[in-house]
């Protein structure tokens, strides 16, 4: 028995699969560049931090790890966004649940925010 794809969009595979797919991670990265304040400041953030984590005297791991931090918070911004899109497809109503759904993804955004200077602290105060 061939399994049922769950959507029409699954079908492809192999290179086009992964050619696909970079396009669609172009696309949601312009989107989120255009529509998101945010990311824009935490992009502008990464263009400052990432080219002082390669001048900074680091230890290779130590230098990963002030990258690794920082990219860290674009994924969860993107994410974030990609939840905070969502709630705003289903309902622009006010809901308990959608602020609970924001409120959190906030959360991990500040969480990753608070990693990036433990991690900078850390590694430049070795």
Known sequence: MSPVNESP?????????????????????????????????????????????????????????LVGSVLL?????????????TVDRISLENHRLAKRAKDIGSAAVFVALLNVAAVWGCVLLE
Do not use: M
């Open 9 to 65: 969009f699954k079908g492809k595979t192999g290179l086009r699969r992964v050619w696909n797919a970079f396009h669609y991670s172009l696309a949601g990265l312009r989107a989120a560049w255009r529509s998101e304040d945010a990311f824009r400041q935490e992009v502008l953030l990464a263009a400052v931090l990432l080219p002082l984590a390669f001048w900074l005297p680091a230890s290779g791991s130590g230098r990963a790890l």
């Open 73 to 85: 918070v674009l994924i969860v911004e993107l994410l974030n966004s990609a939840v905070e899109a």
